[in-house]
């Protein structure tokens, strides 16, 4: 079946760092999605992202789709405390066998020292 | 917000029971779904539905069952609930659209533990 290649596993960092994580697939997306997941919740939808080569931004956030349709980054600017969190790609087909089912990264943890 | 509630919330039992966990939405979305996640696998797939006739098999849908009582409910259950169903499981939503390009928007999770 599909994966999703996500990296960095882990980031620690200071408090005003960027941060930046990736993902890669062996195979194309329709559309891409960023969460992030807070101990003891579900995962909050942070960006969408529906055209190859498409740049968005929510806040600090920042995603791209990447033009070959098999990967995507989220860069965090200036980061703060409230950003620790668990960070999950996910890509979503529109077609075939996997309509409308979502494949997630393994997901990126950020700790962020004040 | 409590769009998509999940209940319980927490759950210890025994090897061999049968558990229901249950998922209602407010959020008027016709898909439904059913994950779980272990540490550092994400989260997969267990079933999914498009609609309240239609169920599907997700990646891992082996030893789960699951039954959608109407537009906003959905419920997972396990028949002989095994050591290694321990995990945390979410449930989530979607619109659907013709494109099939909605996110999905996910519960709180239930931390089932097998013993």
């Known amino acids: 079946g599909q994966q999703l290649n996500q990296s960095p596993q882990s980031m620690f960092i200071q408090e005003g760092e960027d941060v930046s994580m990736n993902c890669t697939s062996s195979s194309i997306f329709n559309t891409w999605l960023w969460y992030k997941q807070d101990p003891g919740e579900g995962p909050v939808l942070l960006i969408a992202l529906y055209k190859a080569g498409e740049l968005t931004s929510n806040g600090r956030l920042t995603a791209q789709f990447g033009t070959t349709r098999k990967d995507s980054f989220l860069n965090i600017s200036a980061s703060i405390p409230s950003d620790v969190g668990i960070y999950f790609c996910a890509g979503l087909n529109a077609g075939g066998t996997s309509y409308g089912k979502l494949t997630f990264g393994q997901g990126t943890i950020l700790t962020v020292h004040p | 917000d409590a769009d998509v509630t999940q209940t319980p919330r927490n759950r210890i039992t025994k090897t061999g029971k049968r558990i229901m966990l249950e998922c209602s939405q407010t959020k008027g979305h016709d898909r439904m779904y059913w994950y779980r996640q272990d540490p550092g696998l994400g989260l997969r797939l267990i079933y999914y539905s498009f609609d309240v006739k239609d169920i599907n098999k997700g990646e891992i849908s082996d030893g789960y069952s699951v039954s959608r009582q109407a537009q906003a409910k959905f419920s997972l259950s396990l028949e002989s609930a095994i050591p290694n169903q321990t995990a945390l499981y979410f449930c989530?939503?979607?619109?659907?659209?013709?494109?099939?390009?909605?996110?999905?928007?996910f519960g709180d999770g239930t931390r089932l533990s097998i013993l």
């Open positions: 989530a939503t979607s619109d659907s659209d013709q494109g099939g390009n909605q996110p999905q928007h």
